[in-house]
């Protein structure tokens, strides 16, 4: 068995909150850019402006993120949202603190 790559589970939104986006990926800074930037326009980001990172979670293993955005897109809004306001009440964008990280 070879070396497991880990992964983040994140989840985007736009302006006004209303379009929710589950993804997973094991380059978030990167994935993160293209969602903002509409890399692929006729995607569920692009096609609701979700442009803003709320929430992320990194996993050790990708397979546990993957796992993790199953159950989340999955699950319902209610969920979605209790699991945003624990990390980021005011719901922020992310996206340039993860930057400077």
């Known amino acids: 068995m070879g070396f497991q790559y880990g992964g983040c589970v994140y989840i985007m939104t736009n302006k006004m909150h209303t379009?929710?986006?589950v993804g997973?990926?094991?380059d978030l800074t990167g994935r993160v850019w293209e969602h903002k930037n509409n890399v692929y326009p006729g995607g569920?980001?692009?096609r609701y402006n979700c442009h803003k990172l709320v929430y992320?979670?990194?996993?050790?293993r990708i397979e546990e993120a993957i796992g993790v955005e199953k159950t989340l897109?999955?699950?319902n809004r209610k969920n979605k949202i209790?699991?945003?306001n624990a990390m980021n009440p005011k719901w922020l964008d992310l996206y340039d603190d993860l930057m400077r990280e």
């Open 19 to 21: 379009a929710l986006y």
């Open 24 to 26: 997973v990926s094991s």
């Open 44 to 46: 569920y980001t692009a």
């Open 56 to 60: 992320y979670m990194f996993y050790s």
């Open 73 to 75: 897109k999955a699950g």
């Open 82 to 84: 209790k699991l945003i």
